[in-house]
């Protein structure tokens, strides 16, 4: 026997069905007495329900249907019918067979066994209960499976045959219910939503299903899928046009957002444009869609959808740090200073540790996406043992692509220290390349991929004496699969192992003094954990701690998902240990090592971790607090 879906409940059973339900709602039209002021004010508990229910509905059958029957059971909806008589009864549960057989069908089960019985309560009874007591025995059968899936594109001509054919493979290929899988509605819907998903993330995004098919053997419980697919025409980036535009230069959001004109249409590009706007700065809200009404699909253009930001804004933050204690900051932005048109933000920020001010001015991306900043900040910080007073100002051009970011400026450094047999005043001016590229699946949330970034600064120092140096900085990190965790729900994430290294040198002769911008602190939240912030660094000769010229960090963590009550939660659980050294000598490097455990939490706006570090040197328990991913 062989059945298309979907099924059908058979005529006989929905006119039953039908006939019943127009009894029973004729029945609660009957004229009830008005309730009584005890009765108002009562909340009946769990028994005098038990006793209102015109009928228990008890349904016995293997887990992997029961909960999809009990909740959606036709029968529920009448439980508390008043009034309701025991030839109604039966004749709802006539029509109750039908039901439990198309909801069994939704599931893959097509020839099973369904018992249903109806007796009346004990008069006897210790404890309020129904009247009647219904009984539903389920004993499903064997699943049916996926025989086989015939997934094809309708008949059509393009610029690009081979790409087109390339995209049926991929669609073929991955599918969601290969042969011998499990059939269900909502599998089969899911399959079939999937594939035209992909087909519409990437060149077709105007495709849609022309037919659909699943024939159903239910003596051999064998299911044949067929689904047809339109393409429809391949589509192009065409230019940006920004609407909603009235402060800001509509070339330059088309800069910002470096949208690939000329390329195939990916939905995942033009979303990577969408977050550049919103995250520019420029913008509170930005939506981009493609114009697939375009008569030109070769050349599609997309709209922007914008609302722009104020001209300038004042932010006031206060906040606290296991790095650095209470914080508060003042913020003022300004999106197009006056005459030259680039972007000022000026800061002001006060915490236990460190007090600056700075202001940075930058320019709209060129057409190369390269734009020319400046930057200036004044500070006050804890430097190891001795309180820096420092200068430190930049001018160069950056440019930021889809993975990689570019920068080249020239840096002007100065400081002072004060305290005891403090290192003597310093100054310094150097050209400086910083390179960038991030690899991961997520950049704010990571869980595979790895990121590597590299500075390269050659200069002199200008004070107490003139002495050339060079520096450079190299940063590592990646993640590593670490098997499966799955929960009870089928749901299933993967555990990883998070490898971080940084490595760091200032050549000079012993003699210059490099001003401590450009030395090296490490430990804290971010790097060495079970220490304090910048508190692993190098000696000066009365034993004092002080920047060093030499570093090297690496930290390896092993994070894995956290199932609770047999449900897959957002949280993680994690073991980690990190080792840091800094010295003026390499071989006075004598790594500093941290050990502990504890918990991530996916939230929405990145990952908010919580650790436990025990400084095996410093022999002391910190708690470090992060929010967010940066690399």
Not at 348 to 365: E, V
Not at 387 to 398: K, P, T
Request: hydrophobic share 35%.
């Amino acid at each position: 026997m062989r059945k298309a879906l979907p099924h059908s409940t058979p005529a006989p059973w929905s006119a039953l069905l039908l006939c019943g339900t127009l009894a029973l709602q004729g029945c609660s039209l009957w004229p009830r007495q008005p309730p009584t002021d005890d009765e108002t004010n009562t909340t009946p508990n769990a028994a005098t329900a038990a006793a209102q229910a015109t009928f228990s509905l008890d349904v016995k059958a293997p887990d992997t249907v029961r909960e999809t029957l009990e909740r959606h059971l036709e029968l529920q909806r009448f439980r508390q019918l008043p009034d309701l008589q025991a030839e109604e009864l039966r004749r709802l549960l006539h029509a109750a067979d039908a039901n439990v057989r198309e909801l069994l069908g939704t599931l893959g089960y097509f020839a099973p066994d369904i018992t249903i019985s109806l007796r009346e309560a004990p008069a006897d009874a210790a404890a309020p209960t129904p009247p009647y007591a219904v009984t539903i025995t389920v004993e499903p059968g064997p699943q049916t499976r996926i025989a086989s899936a015939d997934i094809r594109f309708t008949e059509g001509a393009e610029a690009e045959p081979d790409a087109r054919v390339r995209q049926l493979e991929r669609v073929q290929r991955n599918w969601a219910l290969p042969e011998g899988s499990a059939f269900t509605q909502s599998g089969w819907s899911s399959a079939k939503s999937a594939g035209l998903r992909q087909l519409q993330a990437r060149r077709y995004p105007s495709a849609s299903i022309t037919h659909s098919r699943a024939e159903v053997d239910a003596d051999t419980q064998q299911a044949a899928l067929s689904v047809t697919y339109d393409p429809g025409p391949a589509y192009r980036f065409g230019p940006l046009k920004v609407q909603g535009n009235e402060r800001y230069d509509p070339d330059g959001a088309r800069r910002l957002a470096r949208l690939p004109t000329g390329t195939v249409y990916d939905e995942a590009e033009m979303l990577d444009a969408q977050q550049r706007l919103a995250s520019s700065g420029y913008y509170d809200a930005v939506f981009l869609t493609l114009d697939t009404d375009n008569p030109t699909p070769q050349a599609a253009p997309v709209i922007a959808q914008v609302r722009e930001a104020k001209l300038q804004k004042l932010v006031f933050g206060v906040g606290v740090s296991t790095d650095s204690g209470p914080r508060l900051s003042i913020d003022h932005t300004h999106n197009q200073w006056p005459t030259q048109g680039w972007r000022a933000i000026n800061k002001l920020s006060l915490d236990k540790k460190a007090q600056q001010i700075g202001t940075g001015w930058t320019a709209l991306p060129g057409e190369n996406g390269w734009r020319w900043f400046t930057s200036g900040l004044a500070q006050r910080q804890q430097t190891g043992d001795y309180d820096v007073n420092s200068v430190e100002v930049l001018g160069g051009r950056s440019q930021s692509t889809k993975n990689i970011d570019r920068t080249y400026y020239l840096r002007y450094d100065t400081s002072r220290a004060q305290g005891l047999n403090a290192p003597a005043d310093s100054a310094a001016l150097s050209v400086n390349y910083g390179w960038t590229g991030r690899y991961f699946n997520s950049n704010t949330a990571p869980t595979r991929g790895y990121g590597i970034a590299v500075e390269l600064g050659a200069g002199v120092t200008l004070r107490p004496e003139r002495n050339p140096f060079t520096r450079t900085l190299v940063r590592w990190q990646s993640f590593f699969p670490a098997g499966r965790v799955e929960a009870g729900d089928g749901v299933a994430r993967s555990a990883r192992i998070a490898v971080r290294t940084e490595v760091g040198a200032v050549l000079a002769r012993d003699s210059a003094e490099i001003p401590v911008a450009q030395l090296f602190l490490t430990g804290g939240d971010t790097t060495v954990r079970g220490y304090g912030y910048r508190a692993i660094g190098a000696r000066t000769d009365n034993n004092l701690l002080y920047g060093g010229r030499y570093m090297g960090v690496a930290s390896v963590e092993w994070q894995r998902p956290i199932v609770y009550g047999g449900n897959m939660t957002d949280w993680e659980s994690t073991l980690f240990v990190d080792a840091g050294a800094v010295a003026d000598r390499v071989g006075d490097l004598d790594p500093r090592v941290g050990v502990g455990t504890g918990v991530r939490w996916r939230s929405p706006v990145g990952p908010l971790q919580a650790d436990l570090a025990w400084g095996v040197q410093s022999k002391k328990l910190r708690l470090h607090l992060r929010l967010g991913f940066t690399f």
